[in-house]
């Protein structure tokens, strides 16, 4: 059957599809084509790929599934960089310049995002191309924004699927950027093989409003704006987060790396794309990178089951009714959160065996 066929196929058996996609004004071409177009380097096609993923019909959801199950066999093959920070530390000046590094060293690059107030209105900012000057022009560059709409989890779930399409295209430094909110730095933690936490210098109070949560999952804490005035506080910085790891992690403070750069004037970003470079190479041959990704998919597993649950729950009338009716007398106090739950789960039960 030739992908013409079988598309032919496809659009007749998922008129819905079709009408989802009639924006691309071409047939939708099948799991196997979108493989070979992606493996080729096509970008259009990954781009398409990656917005069949984000699609909430199940008719699409069926063809981006069996897309990035195919895409599996060629994927695994680069290094994931997690980068957070508060909005206007530079992430995306720093992105920029550190993916021009590792595009100098031969590598491609992929830039994702998980921006949690996507996840509540439509907007997303990260990952956006205007913010990446050098990186947006580049042909080994490939840089998408955040998901948009559902629940945390679910553009979470997104991205981690566009890192293996992204893998499958031949993209083997991907950078995934958040901002510090909530779950979103979990997420992210959790789809990456290291973790960086960038900084700004702040006059001695740069330990105030560290969540001892992130400290625990930074590989490296980058100093970010150590370049004119700041340039001295930015190595005070530097100083003072050595000094403090002890009281804020329960690993071994050796494996934390605290450096200093400057994103605008490029300077340091080099020797963290060395350090970056040998901590990834470590990982790989003491076989922690193996062990990390399996811990990776176990988390990912819980996650999906989560939504899964959540989704039914969400979208059973019956279950919904009955849960807000008992969450107003959890607020009365007539019900423990415990006994309410375990009410709901029973009728949960009694609805599912009917
Ligand atoms: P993001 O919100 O974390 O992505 O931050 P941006 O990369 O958009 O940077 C926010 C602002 O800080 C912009 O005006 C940048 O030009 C500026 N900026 C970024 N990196 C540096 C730096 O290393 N030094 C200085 N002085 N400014 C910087």
Known sequence: MTHENSSENINRLHPEIN?????????????????????AGNR???????????????????????????????????FRVGITGVPGVGKSTFIDKLGMNFIERGHRVAVLAIDPS???????????????????????????PSPAGGHLGGVGRKTRESIILCEAAGYDRILVETVGVGQSEIYVHSMTDLFLLLKLPGAGDELQGIKRGVMEMA????????????????????????????YFTFRNTDEIDVMAVSSMENSGIEQVAELLEKKYKHLLESGRLEEKRTEQLVFWFEESLNELFRNYFEGNQLLRAERNLLLDRIKQKKITPF????????????????
Not at 127 to 142: H, Q, V, Y
Not at 233 to 246: H, P, S
């Open 219 to 246: 590989d490296m804490i980058i100093i970010n704006k150590a370049d004119g005035e700041l340039k001295d506080e930015a190595r005070k910085a530097v100083q003072i987060f050595k000094n403090a790891l002890y």
């Open 339 to 354: 006994e309410a739950a375990s009410k709901l789960w029973d009728l949960f039960i009694e609805n599912s065996e009917r």
């Open 44 to 78: 259009e096609y990954l781009s398409r790929a990656i917005t069949l993923i984000e699609s909430s019909s199940p008719s699409v959801r069926k063809l981006a599934d069996e897309i990035v199950r195919k895409a599996l066999a060629y994927s695994g093959r680069s």
């Open 19 to 39: 009408s989802h996609y009639k924006k691309f004004k071409k047939p939708l071409p099948d799991a196997d084509r979108f493989i070979k177009e992606i493996r």
């Open 118 to 144: 996507s996840a509540l209105n439509k907007g997303s900012i990260l990952g956006d191309k205007t913010r990446m000057n050098n990186l947006s022009k580049s042909d080994r560059a490939f840089i998408r």
